[in-house]
């Protein structure tokens, strides 16, 4: 059984930091392209980045550029979002996604289309 789980979420205040986690079980991240979304209160689900599976490119939407990293521990079976300088507007649940190679053009676009497996998310609010 496939699990995609994110962790790592919670309160912070503005211009602080989290370190999200998505670790996955019964396959092997390596082989998929990973993206990350997030969904806030009564807004449409967001492709935030995307990391490829065969060249390790990083892409993200412009919002976060140079705020947040995207990164992959083969050895863990995990992929990171670091996000620093974090504001109220990066409020919102984050999910993990997996894409077979096929689908790495969607992941680096951010749009959905073409993933294999979902985590359940992880709850970041950032407020003072």
């Known amino acids: 059984q496939v699990q995609l789980v994110e962790s790592g979420g919670g309160l912070v205040q503005p211009g602080g930091s989290l370190r999200l986690s998505c670790a996955a079980s019964g396959i092997t991240l390596d082989y998929y392209a990973i993206g990350w979304f997030r969904q806030a209160p009564g807004k449409e689900r967001e492709g935030v980045s995307c990391?490829?599976?065969?060249?390790?490119?990083?892409y993200y939407v412009d919002s976060v550029k140079g705020r947040f990293t995207i990164s992959r521990d083969s050895a863990k079976n995990t992929v990171y979002l670091q996000m620093n300088s974090l504001k109220p507007e990066d409020t919102a649940v984050y999910y993990c996604?997996?894409?077979?190679?096929?689908?790495?053009?969607?992941?680096?676009?951010?749009?959905?289309?073409?993933?294999?497996?979902w985590g359940k998310g992880t709850l970041v609010t950032v407020s003072s």
């Open positions: 990391i490829s599976s065969s060249d390790g490119n990083t």
């Open positions: 996604a997996a894409y077979p190679k096929r689908y790495s053009s969607y992941c680096q676009r951010g749009r959905s289309y073409g993933v294999d497996y």
